[in-house]
C-alpha cells in the first residue's frame, strides 16, 4: 500500500518561498511516477509539476515554470516542491500523488489516473 504525507506548508508574503516535502512508503519514489497538485477554494484541482520514476523527466504547468522546482530522493522516499516568488494565487491546498504510468510527456497527467494521494498541506500566500 502506498502512504504518501505532505508537509511543508504555511503562510507566507508573496515573493517569498516555501518547501513541500511527500514522505511516501518504501520503494514508491524511484516505482511511480510522483506530482503535485493543488485546489484552491471554489476552483478545480490543476496538476502543477510532476516527475517520472527515474527522476529524469520533469514537467510543470505553465502557471508556475520558472518558480517551482520538483525533485525527488530515492534515499529518503521523500518527493519536494520547491516554490519560489510565490504569489497570491499560488494559494491553495497542496497534494501529493502518484500513478503508475508513465509521466515523462509533454503534458501534466490529469488527477484521475493518480491512484494514490496524500491529505494535503495548505499553502497561504499574502500579498
Known amino acids: 500500500q502506498v502512504q504518501l504525507v505532505e508537509s511543508g506548508g504555511g503562510s507566507v508574503q508573496a515573493g517569498g518561498s516555501l518547501r513541500l516535502s511527500c514522505a511516501t512508503s518504501?520503494?514508491?519514489?524511484?516505482?511511480?511516477?510522483m506530482a503535485w497538485f493543488r485546489q484552491a477554494p471554489g476552483k478545480e484541482r490543476e496538476g502543477v509539476a510532476a516527475i517520472s520514476r527515474s527522476g529524469g523527466s520533469t514537467i510543470y504547468a505553465d502557471s508556475v515554470k520558472g518558480r517551482f522546482t520538483i525533485s525527488q530522493d530515492n534515499a529518503k522516499n521523500t518527493v519536494y516542491l520547491q516554490m519560489n516568488g510565490l504569489k497570491p494565487e499560488d494559494t491553495a491546498m497542496y497534494y501529493c500523488?502518484?500513478?503508475?504510468?508513465?509521466?515523462?510527456?509533454?503534458?501534466?497527467?490529469?488527477?484521475?489516473?493518480?491512484?494514490?494521494w496524500g491529505q494535503g498541506t495548505q499553502v497561504t500566500v499574502s500579498s
Open positions: 518504501r520503494y514508491t519514489v524511484g516505482s511511480y511516477c
Open positions: 500523488a502518484a500513478t503508475n504510468r508513465y509521466c515523462g510527456g509533454r503534458t501534466l497527467l490529469p488527477d484521475w489516473v493518480f491512484n494514490y
